[in-house]
């Protein structure tokens, strides 16, 4: 793979491994911020392009490239996350950020090897788990680039401010809402050992057809959501109580009886996936509160699954 270079006729840029090192934070910053990968990716894409667009005079008079390029990276992620509503308004039905594959799966090279995707620089830890991503994008985008700049990425409110062009008082309030709105809608912990258990028991209970087992692992009210961005079939919903998840997931088992069921770490959280031929063609991300399932969310949209292609 070639390294780029700034301006200048392919001269070698004395700078260009510190600017390059920072790629792994906007990418982390970029996915939080944006839930999509193919997004995160492109804002990242737009950040470098604005530095290689400037001389090397003006490069050299940034005291902070890294700082220069979290604000700009940001700033365009603010502006994509507007633009992003709109365009969700016409999504064909449910919308799920884009889910990521554990660290294993890159270690093991089943998706094409460990740098092969910008997937595997993604920390894998609570600030990108499913649940959490899905209550950001219940968000202003305000508050999703206060609480994930100061509460993730530990930036002072004077540099939130900067970012979102607001006050560092105004940016302290915008995290605060945004932290109601977390504990608002997320469970208590439940241990990661716990989580597994439970999705093992699930997925085995699944293949058995067991629905007494099912509906044993399930919340009365849990919900089943899946995203498909009308490129594929899937049960309609969302799906409301257990005995009604029951149903779909044995209409399912019914309808694709070759289906394998996998466990796999799903946004750094013990998940499903499901696989036809080797392909996967929906990722299951869980919710666990106590010791039951309280949300399931199923990708199913392959332009979300291509970090999971198989073979």
Same mark, same amino acid.
């Given at each position: 793979?070639?390294?780029?270079?700034?301006?200048?006729? #392919?001269?070698?840029?004395? =700078?260009?491994?510190?600017?390059?090192?920072?790629?792994?934070?906007?990418?982390?910053?970029?996915?939080?911020?944006? /839930?999509?990968?193919?997004?995160?990716?492109?804002?990242?894409?737009?950040?470098?392009?604005?530095?290689?667009?400037?001389?090397?005079?003006?490069?050299?008079? %940034?005291?902070?490239?890294?700082?220069?390029?979290?604000?700009?990276?940001?700033?365009?992620?603010?502006?994509?996350?507007? !633009? $992003?509503? $709109?365009?969700?308004?016409?999504?064909? =039905?449910?919308?799920?950020?884009?889910?990521?594959?554990?660290?294993?799966?890159?270690?093991?090279?089943?998706? #094409? #090897?460990?740098?092969?995707?910008?997937?595997?620089?993604?920390?894998?830890?609570?600030?990108?788990?499913?649940?959490?991503?899905?209550?950001?994008?219940?968000?202003?985008?305000?508050?999703?680039?206060?609480?994930?700049?100061?509460?993730?990425?530990?930036?002072?409110?004077?540099?939130?401010?900067?970012?979102?062009?607001?006050?560092?008082?105004?940016?302290?309030?915008?995290? !605060?809402?945004?932290?109601?709105?977390?504990?608002?809608?997320?469970?208590?912990?439940?241990?990661?050992?716990?989580?597994?258990?439970?999705?093992?028991?699930?997925?085995?209970?699944?293949?058995?057809?067991?629905?007494?087992?099912?509906?044993?692992?399930?919340?009365?009210?849990?919900?089943? %959501?899946?995203?498909? /961005?009308?490129?594929?079939?899937?049960?309609?919903?969302?799906?409301?109580?257990?005995?009604?998840?029951?149903? $779909?997931?044995?209409?399912?088992?019914?309808?694709?009886?070759?289906?394998?069921?996998?466990?796999?770490?799903? +946004?750094?959280?013990? /998940?499903?996936?499901?696989?036809?031929? #080797?392909?996967?063609?929906?990722?299951?991300?869980?919710?666990?509160?106590?010791?039951?399932?309280?949300?399931?969310?199923?990708?199913? +949209?392959?332009?979300?699954?291509?970090?999971?292609?198989?073979?």
């Amino acid at each position: 793979m070639t390294t780029p270079t700034g301006p200048g006729g #392919g001269v070698p840029d004395p =700078g260009l491994s510190a600017v390059m090192s920072e790629r792994r934070q906007l990418i982390n910053l970029a996915y939080r911020l944006l /839930g999509s990968l193919a997004d995160a990716e492109d804002a990242v894409q737009e950040t470098y392009a604005r530095w290689y667009a400037m001389s090397r005079p003006q490069q050299d008079a %940034i005291e902070s490239p890294g700082a220069w390029l979290t604000k700009v990276a940001s700033r365009i992620c603010l502006d994509l996350l507007g !633009s $992003a509503r $709109a365009r969700r308004e016409t999504y064909v =039905g449910e919308w799920i950020p884009e889910p990521l594959p554990g660290p294993t799966e890159w270690i093991s090279g089943r998706a #094409g #090897g460990p740098t092969s995707d910008p997937a595997d620089r993604i920390t894998l830890d609570v600030s990108v788990s499913m649940a959490f991503l899905v209550v950001l994008e219940s968000m202003t985008p305000a508050e999703r680039v206060a609480l994930v700049l100061h509460d993730v990425f530990r930036y002072s409110f004077a540099e939130v401010a900067e970012i979102v062009g607001r006050t560092p008082a105004a940016c302290r309030q915008l995290a !605060s809402s945004a932290r109601r709105r977390i504990r608002a809608a997320r469970p208590p912990a439940t241990p990661a050992t716990e989580q597994a258990s439970i999705v093992r028991a699930f997925k085995a209970a699944w293949e058995a057809k067991d629905i007494d087992a099912l509906i044993g692992l399930l919340d009365p009210d849990a919900t089943a %959501i899946a995203d498909t /961005g009308g490129l594929v079939t899937a049960l309609p919903g969302p799906i409301e109580g257990s005995e009604q998840i029951v149903r $779909a997931c044995l209409d399912v088992a019914r309808i694709a009886p070759d289906l394998t069921i996998l466990e796999r770490m799903v +946004n750094g959280q013990p /998940g499903l996936v499901a696989q036809q031929d #080797g392909v996967t063609v929906t990722v299951f991300a869980f919710e666990v509160a106590g010791d039951r399932i309280r949300h399931i969310w199923a990708v199913r +949209n392959p332009e979300k699954l291509r970090p999971w292609t198989t073979g």
